[in-house]
């Protein structure tokens, strides 16, 4: 018979997997002699088990909790359900990663008409007895019966306004019975029956809520946000009912034993006096600070202090800590690590480590890389941020804040931003067309798109504060307007916006820069010693590159050409490309565009210092760089002699029923050739001149062929880049090297890895493409499903954002087991954005990748990432 309940005194901290955190930190505290209510723990097993069951709690589940109250009344001397004597209990979930404030609680259970009189008389506390049943109606109603809360609370504020009275502790106990009596009666006006006093009933239905607590809606989503699997389930915690409501020696509060905000070594917590634990949390009375526990109860205060030394000299980390006081008696009722800011983070690590309390492995390994966005961007001034309520809320895709006015085009942007504007361009989606307009803007918002949009990936790339898919907003671009949140906004209004939390504000806030505190960098220190994968970035211009080798970047992964070619006047020579009729016309129109091209080349060259550079040739199709515009479209007719009508047919003739998979990658360079000659001379030019200029500086460009999926394909364009280099390096008289690679991004390149691998100098997985192709869906559409997808439990986590470990990581082993053998030489890396995602950076760890490339502003996260990877597989 499987084992689902366990007693405190049975349990440990290793067993977190089975009990949750709360029941093995309770455990693990009762084995260290603390002052704990006793009870024990329904494992997570038995949450995934009532799943499964249909969401029932089966006979044996019953049986076993059942014979644990037994047990619990054998240790307490209390009887449940007992008029007399009666044993109450608290019942709380506890899932093995901490989920604050998520999940439901339920306090005073046991409780019933008889049971509550008697208390009221033997206690000679009256008011206390009514108040834990009238708490016990409200807690029980909402949470497992879900009638809302709010109803009670219009009861409370009517008696309140009633008695002329403002806190909830000027109430009587004949208020506090009256009000039973009211909740009662609410309970039954909205359920249709009593509410129930057999304490049996009360506590499976109890532990059925917490279960299902599992999955809310908002548990769902923030199982998703830290990666938290829903197949781990959450245990239920059934504890000894500890009592702060008993008067003024009573009281409950929460506890750090560091501050949580800045890190420092300071005891740090708030209590309220005859107060129950769920009126700290809600703020319905302003608490105390715990420093003034010393002046009103020395006694306890000094016990509590010690405890908190022995639970972080314990635990080796800052504590999070819940404590109750019962007429001058300390109990504690939870431990675990502190939720903690990325400052705070960095200072508790290198603090643990100057103390001699954990290595620096531990110290790297403690920290949550995603957090360190926070350090590398501006922030919203905190008070300012208080004070103002979002307009509107959508994805966080590119951290940082950002405010400014309104506009609706790239062209604008530019223009407003070259007055010295302050804009936040806002789109119903971005195309590679407006880059220059994201360049010039503070932050970008669009009503379309998810976290791996256009919008979002280069907003990440250029650490541009990024808003993207809210859906809530409508959009009328032709007039430039839009409304949200009940107001129209115009060209020229002020918005903000916050890419981290994904929320939007009607008008200015101001904004501070981040700071990077020296421990910042001790950190980073540690990671880079500890690590195995070298980390790239994906950079396109000389300034993103420069700011990836701040933040640590050892190599571009990824170079998109295509973003070049929206620079100044090169758009147009490129449009003439497209729309020539000869060879000799493009080669003509090629020509304006490859010195420019060079020079964007060597000052990658140059911000990288001799690290790889590695250059993807065109990707996207040609359809993105036509002219929309009736007066560029005349522009560009004029320059090719043509009209416009002949104009309008070839851009008709470039439109693709499905882009994704058309006219794009290395089928450019098989239909026009003489792109991959410019972009091969280009490349190889401006390798030539910077090493000219460096001797010492190992300059190896290295040329990704993109969209590979046959190797007749990859071995094509090879052959026309290798004899433009080999051509041109001759002519120079030249000893430099290079290197011909391939993106795998199709899934018939994973699969025939061997074949390439004997060609190809190197393999660059490019995750997004790789996603779309192997589930069959874009990412830029993804986000009219995902959600119902989230819902029905199909997906966890968005696969664009997460790697799909399970399938297109299982392409991902097979290119590299079957490549390295056919190539021992091959090096592998990674670019999609992937290559910036911890859990995602840990798999390419495992899979033996040389090294991971991502946007320069989470080139820490993955440095980080890496780092624990390397740990943990030790």
Known sequence: MAKWAYMF????????????????????????????????????????????????????????????????????????????????????SGSRASMPGMMDTILNLGLNEDVVNVLAEKSGNPRW?????????????????????????????????????????????????????QFKEEYKGKIGSDFPSDPKEQLMGAVKAV?????????????????????????????????????????????????????????????LINAQGEDVVAGVRTPNKIAQLKEIMPEVYEQFIGICDTLENHYRDMQDMEFTIEDKKLYMLQTRNGKRTAQAALKIACDLVDEGMITEEKAVSMIDPRNLDTLLHPQFDTAALKATAPIGKALGASPGAACGKVVFTAEDAKAWAAK???????????????????????????????????????????????VSGCGDIVMDE????????????????????????????????????????????????WADKYRTMKVRTNADTPEDAKKARELGAEGIGLCRTEHM??????????????????????????????????????????????????????????????????????????????TVEQIKAIIDSLHEFNPMMGHRGCRLAVTYPEIAKMQTRAIIRAAINVKNAHADWNVCPEIMIPLIGDIKEFKFVKNIVV???????????????????????????????????????????????????????????????????????????DPFA?????????????????????????????????????????????????????????????????????????
């Not at 076993?64 to 109250?69: D, S, W």
Request: net charge negative; hydrophobic share 40%; aromatic share 8%.
């Open 9 to 92: 005194t049975e349990g440990n901290a290793t067993m977190r997997n089975l009990l949750g955190g709360k029941g093995a930190n309770l455990a693990e505290m009762t084995n260290l002699g603390l002052p704990v209510p006793q009870g024990f723990t329904i494992t997570t097993e038995a949450c995934t088990q009532y799943y499964e069951d249909g969401e029932k709690i089966n006979d044996e589940i019953m049986e076993q909790i059942m014979e644990a109250i037994v047990k619990m009344e054998e240790v307490t001397g209390k009887k449940f359900g007992d008029k007399e004597n009666p044993l109450l209990v608290s019942v709380r």
């Open 129 to 181: 007895a009514w108040d834990c049943y009238r708490r016990f109606i409200q807690m029980y109603s909402d949470v497992v019966m879900e009638v809302g809360k709010k109803y009670f609370e219009e009861l409370i504020d009517k008696m309140k306004e009633e008695k002329g009275i403002t806190e909830d502790t000027a109430l009587t106990a004949d208020d506090l019975k009256a009000l039973a009596g």
């Open 211 to 271: 279960f299902r607590s599992w999955d809310n809606p908002r548990a769902n989503v923030y199982r998703r946000d830290n990666d938290i699997p829903y197949s781990w389930g959450t245990a239920v915690n059934v504890q000894e009912m500890a009592y702060g409501n008993m008067g003024d020696t009573s009281g409950t509060g929460v506890a750090f034993t560091r501050d949580p905000a800045t890190g420092e070594k300071a005891l740090m917590g708030e209590f």
């Open 420 to 466: 010295g504007e302050k804009v936040i361009l806002t789109r119903l989606e971005t195309s590679p067309e407006d880059i220059e307009g994201m360049k010039a803007a503070q932050g970008i918002l669009t009503v379309r798109g998810g976290m791996t949009s256009h919008a979002a990936v280069v907003a990440r790339g250029m650490g541009k504060c990024c």
């Open 478 to 525: 032709a007039n430039k307007k839009f409304t949200l949140g009940g107001k129209e906004y115009h060209e020229g209004d002020s918005i903000s916006l916050d890419g981290s939390t994904g929320n939007i504000y009607d008008g200015l806030i101001p904004t501070v820069d981040a700071e990077i505190a020296g421990e910042f960098e001790r950190i980073m220190g």
């Open 565 to 642: 070619f929206f620079e100044g006047h090169r758009i147009d020579a490129f449009r003439e490309m497209i729309c020539s009729d000869t060879v000799e016309e493009r080669e003509a129109a090629l020509e304006k565009i490859l010195p420019v091209q060079q020079g964007d080349f060597e000052a990658l060259y140059e911000a990288l210092e001799g690290n790889p550079v590695t250059i993807r040739f065109l990707d996207p199709p040609l359809h993105e760089f036509v002219p929309t515009e009736e007066a560029d479209i005349k522009k560009l007719a004029d320059a090719q002699g043509k």
């Open 723 to 797: 004899e433009t280099a080999d051509a041109e390096i001759a002519a120079a008289g030249s000893s430099i090297k290079y290197e011909v690679g391939t993106m795998i991004e199709i899934p018939r390149a994973a699969l025939t890895a061997d074949e390439i691998a004997k060609e190809a100098d190197f393999f660059c997985f490019g995750t997004n493409d790789l996603t779309q192709m192997t589930f069959g869906f874009s990412r830029d559409d993804a986000g009219k499903f995902l959600d119902a997808y989230y819902d029905t439990k199909i997906f966890e986590n």
């Open 802 to 874: 997460k790697l799909d470990q399970v399938g297109v990581g299982k392409l991902m082993k097979m290119a590299v087991s079957l490549g390295k053998p056919a190539n021992p030489e091959l090096h592998v890396g990674i670019c999609g954005e992937h290559g910036g995602d911890p859990s995602s950076v840990e798999f390419c760890n495992a899979l033996g990748l040389d090294y991971v490339s991502c946007s320069p502003f989470r080139v820490p996260i993955a440095r980080l990432a890496a780092a624990q990877a390397a740990i943990k597989s030790k």
